[in-house]
């Protein structure tokens, strides 16, 4: 190799100004350099790198293809090999650029519902509301729900399922919902004792189906089983299925959770 003074001139650039000139790391030169794939053409006398105007050249083709995503193997290829073929090694990086942005757009949808379903908790229109989740249900309740509760965990979880749910998914979860309220009053009629094994079924049902929401402890449980027989909204619901429903349900509840070592007067929401 070609030694020069050691003050660089118009002979070339050491490797800290062809970096700058090229917006490149002096770590990517001399990786370039020891890897064979743009070394430089002289030395000063003291050992320094020093690249040439046609070394600069390879090097910006080498900064372009890299931006272009070719890795460093095919970007050698491109530029030793004159039987390449550049158009063709091009069209099949382009394929690949296109197929991430189509990846990128599908994560920016999924990211525009996570924020939106944060924000909002149900992503359905009013109409879609009134349609899937019935007459009884206010549009108003989710952006109650979010500030009572927009801080807990139990939201947090609540928005994840809620963006990865479209109508059809909610029609779902409310169709199981209502046939479970059928079920609890069917039982109710039936004298379906606290504690038996068929209300145990039932409240370990409502358990599973809430978890169309966020997971639902057993402690979780009580606490919900106390505000449907308290909340003026919630035991309108039930005792509109059956006279005394939100009460009774919650005495299942309560023996379920003593069952399973759960002090129902000391519950708390955990």
């Not at 020891?34 to 050992?47: E, F, Q, V, W």
């Not at 379903?117 to 899937?132: F, N, Y």
Request: hydrophobic fraction near 40%; glycine fraction near 8%; include cysteine.
């Amino acid at each position: 190799m070609k030694t020069t003074s050691d003050t660089p001139d118009g002979d070339g650039l050491i490797v800290g100004q062809a970096a700058r000139h090229l917006d490149v790391t002096v770590r990517a030169l001399h990786h370039w350099d020891d890897i064979g794939l743009a070394r430089p053409s002289l030395r000063t006398a003291a050992g320094y790198r020093l690249y040439t105007a046609d070394d600069l050249e390879r090097l910006h083709r080498v900064v372009v293809y890299r931006e272009l995503g070719l890795g460093l193997d095919r970007i050698r290829a491109v530029l030793d090999d004159p039987t390449a073929d550049v158009p063709g090694a091009l069209r099949a990086q382009r394929a690949q650029v296109d197929e991430r942005i189509e990846r990128l757009q599908r994560l920016g949808t999924g990211l525009d519902r996570m924020i939106d379903a944060h924000e909002r908790g149900l992503l359905l229109s009013v109409e879609q509301q009134a349609a899937i989740l019935g007459p009884e249900w206010n549009p108003d309740w989710p952006a109650e729900a979010r500030r009572r509760y927009g801080h807990t965990a139990q939201w947090q979880q609540y928005a994840e399922r809620s963006a990865a749910r479209g109508p059809e998914e909610w029609r779902a979860v409310a169709d199981a919902m209502a046939d479970l309220d059928r079920a609890l009053g069917d039982a109710m009629d039936a004298g379906v004792a606290p504690g038996s094994p068929e209300a145990n079924r039932l409240v370990e049902r409502h358990r599973d189906l809430f978890a169309a929401y966020f997971p639902l402890t057993r402690q979780m449980q009580v606490c919900l089983g106390r505000m449907f027989e308290a909340d003026p909204a919630y035991a309108a619901h039930y005792d509109g299925i059956r006279a005394g429903l939100a009460a009774w349900f919650r005495r299942l509840v309560d023996a379920d959770a003593r069952a399973h070592g759960v002090d129902p007067d000391t519950a708390t929401w955990r």
